[in-house]
Structure formats: structure tokens, C-alpha cells
């Protein structure tokens, strides 16, 4: 709103400023407000304790349900094992020492009891079989649970200490072949579930085992702890955090514990199950939230009579009728100067018009130099191969070997063909779909990639290591670009190695649903992953790289239906997975 009309409005309603009070207007606006004070404060106490009553009986409801889940759940995996320790094909597998078929047997099993997971021990308590192919082999022969269950007739419950945090709680039995000991079933129950339940629900629960040591608890930092540390396991507060958290629980009853700085009610129930105990911690956010509601519509009624009286008081100045006319003539000239105003805004909107056309032209050309830069970027590699190649054919010529020489321009017209394909690419760019694909073997395609980048590769004495099936493996593909990708990947790996004394290069093919080349790296890693796969990203120093081979790579896996992704490894350097869909047609499907 223009200044004019502003000063317009502030002319009509000169007068109600200016209107003088009557005393007993003011006696009666002083007791309305009085009445409200007294009436917000009385409805807080009383609606306080009742709604907090009410969520302390929901929290004790909810406390008894979930204790009796979580019972419920370990006496139901508690007669597991002793009915797999009496199943005839165990005992026979573990007789035979033939587990063919073992593993499959109790994968059908884990199905129908709901367990996390089941495993089967030998005498020496090496895993035979188990539902997570990866444990097959490991040795438990100094578990708890298999020392435990082979002294014993009945069936151990153990709690074990994960490596990386939290606890497994697992029921373990040995089962017996006449009077011979033959191995042990182990049966982990899966109790992490209730820990999401939980979570949705409450605002902090957790149990402690007969200890006092905290095996169960929606805060991952509690696990392991005492409920008195974990309770202290907070930031500290500031002093404008102290002053809110006085300001926040004056609705509240006095609260049972402070948990992130936030007032709770603290609710503990014993579990009849090894001495164990739950307690939750719930929040007097709802609390406040349905105090609050009612106390808004008790406010809201008062400001309406405040409103009204206010309404009354405004009455007592009278406007006269030539006030009237002048500011309606003053609207009616405030009325002119908007409709100048509206016609200088249509004409903005047109010079904007103009803009945006201008804009989408320099949008245009930007894309001009972003193809511009792919183009550059992707034919760095084979002009570099090309001359490594052309300084050794001159050498090979000078010593008289002419043989190998003809094999070095043999590789030059290789990659003059591969340039004239990437200039091709160009009308790809505009469309989708516009080659057809074919089967292409990845296993061939890694080999042609790394002779493309066998010049860097001696240059460089970079160690290479190939882990290869032996069946091929087979995508439906355009090769060109496949071994693009490729190319890029090493390439980087090459670069992230660059100030690593001993340079090591690790590619693995694997087939499985998908079709997985890793190359993995030992440089210093990346960064910033988020960015990696951006345009014109780039962690190289000017002149080595312009950042698109990586957003290309992954703009040429996504057209052939798959995905290229990028982390940290473990022990350092990059790692980076180009999956995919794996040619299966005609019954051909490459092994793992």
C-alpha cells in the first residue's frame, strides 16, 4: 500500500484515538480483564492435574501392554529350541556331517516362528548351518551360549554384547543322539522390533536386566548403561535454557525427571522374566497441548467481550457528516493513484517478460558450454592414450621393429574409432533411446577399458587387482558407453592415488540380482559425497579436470536402467559400484 493511502487511514481514524473514557468504562474493562486473569489461572490448575492424572493412566496402560509383548515374545522363542533340538533332520545332518540341506531347513523354519535368526552348532561349535549364509563357518565354541547349553538339559537364555553396540538375546539348547552330544541349536530372538514400536509411541522407554544395566532402550546411547548415567547423558544447559524449562513446567505437576532437558513423568513396571524391569518416560507435551487448547478458547472469549467493549467505547465519537465527504473524497483520489499504480505494474510486468525471454536465450547458450566441456572432458582420454602411443611406435620405428609398431597404430585407429563414437553421443544428449541395445560382456569390457588405460598404468606402476567369476557376466547395453564409465572410474582411482606411496587398484565383478563392478581405491577418500555426481564438481587442481566425468558416468548407468554410487571405504580410500539388471534371457545367468 502506497505512503497517500496509509495517511488516508490514519485521517479516519484520527478521531477514535482522541475519544475520551468515561470512568465507568474503564472500572468495567479493568474488572473484565481481572476476570480473566482469575479464570485462565483456575482452569490451568485444575485442567493440569486432571489431564496429567489422565496420561500418567495411559502411560500406566501402555507400560503394562508392552511388558506383557515383550514376555510374551521370549516365552514364545523359548520352546524353540527344544522342539528343533528333537527334529530328526538335524540330528541327522549333524550324524552324517552332510548339512546340504540344513541351512535350507531352518530358513523355512525362521519363517513360520519369527525369530531373528536360527544357527546350528557341531560339537565344536562351528557354525554348520544358519539363516545368515555369512556366519557359516565361524567358531562359537567359547560362546556363552554354547558352553552353557552343552553343560546343560534344559534350554540357556544368554544375553551377548553386540561389537557394534547393543545386545543379542539368544536361547541355545544341545541336542543329543542317544546319549552322545552332537551339537547345539541357537535361536537369537529378535526384541529390536519393540525398540521401534516403542519409539513411535512413548517418548523413552527402555529395560534393565537384574543388574540395573540397560539392554533395551529406544536411545541407542542408553544401551549398557546404568539408568542414573543415562539419565546424565545430555548436553548441558545454558542459562536461557534453564530459564525456559522454569517457564515451560509451571502447567505441569512436579515433574518425575528431566530427559534432554524437558520435563517428564517417570512410570516403571517389573518384568516377570530373569528380574528384569521397564520404564518409560512421557512427556507433558500433550498435557500442556490440551491445556492450551482450552485455555485458548477461554482467551478467545474474553477478547471478544474486550472487543465488544472496546466496540462501545468507540460509539462515544461521533464523526460528523462532513468528515465523511472529505475522506471520501480523499478515497476517491486514493482510488485514482491505485489505478496509476496497477497500470505501472502491467508495465513492469511486461519489461519482466522481456527479461525472462533474454533469461531462457542465456540459458540456452550456457548449455551450449556445458556440452561443450563434456566433449573436451571425454576426449582428453584417448587423445592422451594417442600420443603415448604415437611417442612409442617412433621409438619401436627407430629400433627397426616394425611389427610391434603396426600393433601401436592398430591401437591408434582404436581410439579414433572410440573419438568418432563420442562426437556420436552428441544427438544422444537431445534424446533418449536413439541406439539399440546389445548383450554386452562386462568381463571384456573391463579388459578393453584397462588396455585403454595401459599407458597411465605403466606410467604410474600402479597395482591392479582383478577378482573375476568364471562364468561371463551379461548386460544389455550399449559397450561404447559401458567402457566409458569404466574408463572414468579408473581413471579416478588413478587420480585419488596420486600421493599414495604404494598405489593399489582393487576391481571385483559379481553377478547376483545385479550386475556389480567395484573399484576400489586406497587414496584419502572423498569429501563431500553429497556433491560428488554434480556438474562441474571437482576435487582436482585447475587444468586436471573440469568435474563432468563422474555426473556423465552417472547419466549414462541411469539410461541403462542401473546406478552408480560412491563411498568411504573402511580402511580408507574410495569406493565406487557401478550396478546393472543383469542379462538373464535364453537361461544364461552369470554365477556369483
Known amino acids: 500500500m502506497s505512503t497517500e493511502v ?18 465507568r468504562l474503564r472500572l468495567a474493562v479493568f474488572v473484565l480483564l481481572a476476570a480473566t486473569v482469575v479464570t485462565v489461572w483456575t482452569t490451568n490448575r485444575l485442567l493440569t492435574d486432571r489431564f496429567t492424572q489422565d496420561t500418567r493412566n495411559r502411560a500406566e496402560l501402555r507400560l503394562t501392554l508392552d511388558s506383557g509383548n515383550l514376555v510374551s515374545e521370549l516365552r514364545r522363542n523359548a520352546i524353540v529350541p527344544q522342539l528343533l533340538a528333537r527334529d530328526p533332520t538335524l540330528i541327522s545332518a549333524l550324524r552324517s556331517s552332510d548339512y546340504t540341506l540344513s541351512t535350507q531347513r531352518l530358513i523355512s523354519f525362521v519363517e513360520e516362528i519369527g525369530a531373528a535368526s536360527l ?51 539368544v536361547y541355545s539348547r544341545r541336542i543329543q543322539g542317544n546319549s552322545d552330544i552332537l551339537g547345539v541349536i541357537v535361536v537369537e530372538v529378535d526384541l529390536q522390533k519393540f525398540e521401534t514400536a516403542w519409539a513411535r509411541i512413548a517418548h523413552a522407554v527402555l529395560v534393565t536386566d537384574s543388574a540395573g544395566n540397560i539392554i533395551l532402550s529406544t536411545e541407542p546411547q542408553w544401551r549398557g548403561l546404568d539408568e542414573e548415567a543415562a539419565m546424565l547423558r545430555q548436553p548441558p544447559l545454558s542459562a536461557i535454557q534453564r530459564a525456559i524449562r522454569v517457564t515451560t513446567d509451571w502447567t505441569a505437576l512436579p515433574p518425575d525427571a528431566y530427559l534432554q532437558g524437558e520435563a517428564v513423568m517417570r512410570m516403571e513396571k517389573r518384568i516377570p522374566f530373569r528380574g528384569w524391569q521397564m520404564t518409560s518416560f512421557t512427556t507433558f507435551e500433550s498435557v500442556r497441548e490440551r491445556v492450551n487448547s482450552v485455555l485458548a478458547l477461554e482467551i478467545m472469549g474474553f477478547a471478544i467481550l474486550l472487543a465488544l467493549a472496546f466496540y462501545a467505547l468507540s460509539r462515544r465519537a461521533t464523526l460528523r457528516m462532513t468528515l465523511f465527504q472529505r475522506e471520501s473524497a480523499e478515497l476517491r483520489a486514493l482510488n485514482t493513484r491505485l489505478q496509476r499504480e496497477i497500470a505501472e505494474r502491467e508495465r513492469v510486468e511486461k519489461t519482466l517478460d522481456l527479461a525472462e525471454q533474454t533469461l531462457a536465450q542465456s540459458s540456452k547458450l550456457a548449455a551450449l558450454g556445458e556440452m561443450s566441456a563434456a566433449v573436451s572432458h571425454e576426449l582428453n582420454q584417448p587423445l592422451a592414450a594417442m600420443k603415448t602411443y604415437l611417442a612409442g611406435a617412433r621409438l619401436l620405428l627407430r629400433r627397426n621393429r616394425p611389427e610391434e609398431a603396426l600393433a601401436s597404430f592398430g591401437r591408434i585407429d582404436g581410439l579414433i574409432e572410440r573419438m568418432g563414437a563420442i562426437t556420436r553421443q552428441l544427438k544422444s544428449y537431445a534424446r533418449k533411446g536413439a541406439d539399440a541395445f546389445s548383450p554386452v560382456n562386462l568381463g571384456e569390457a573391463l579388459a578393453s577399458s584397462l588396455s585403454m588405460m595401459e599407458p597411465q598404468l605403466r606410467q604410474r606402476h600402479v597395482k591392479i587387482t582383478q577378482i573375476l567369476p568364471e562364468e561371463p ?24 592415488t596420486k600421493s599414495v606411496a604404494e598405489p593399489d587398484v582393487e576391481i571385483i565383478l559379481a553377478a547376483g540380482d545385479m550386475a556389480v563392478l567395484t573399484v576400489r581405491d586406497n587414496g584419502y577418500g572423498i569429501d563431500d559425497i553429497e556433491n560428488l555426481f554434480e556438474p562441474f564438481y571437482t576435487t582436482k587442481q585447475p587444468g586436471d579436470g573440469v568435474g563432468l566425468g563422474l555426473a556423465i558416468s552417472s547419466g549414462i548407468v541411469n539410461d541403462h536402467g542401473g546406478r552408480l554410487t560412491a563411498r568411504n571405504g573402511q580402511h580408507g580410500g574410495a569406493v565406487f559400484e557401478m550396478q546393472l539388471p543383469i542379462l538373464g534371457s535364453d537361461g544364461l545367468e552369470a554365477a556369483e
Open 6 to 23: 496509509r495517511t488516508g487511514w490514519s485521517k479516519l481514524l484520527r478521531p477514535f484515538r482522541g475519544a475520551p473514557l468515561g470512568w
Open 119 to 169: 544357527m546350528l552348532l557341531d560339537s565344536d561349535g562351528r557354525s554348520v548351518a544358519a539363516t545368515d549364509r555369512n556366519r557359516l563357518g565361524e567358531a562359537h565354541r567359547n560362546a556363552p551360549y554354547f558352553v552353557d547349553a552343552i553343560r546343560s538339559n534344559s534350554t540357556i537364555f544368554s544375553v551377548i554384547p553386540r561389537e557394534a553396540g547393543g545386545y543379542s538375546f
Open 473 to 496: 557376466v551379461l548386460v544389455n547395453g550399449d559397450r561404447m558407453r559401458i567402457e566409458q564409465v569404466m574408463v572414468n572410474l579408473l581413471r579416478n582411482a588413478l587420480d585419488a
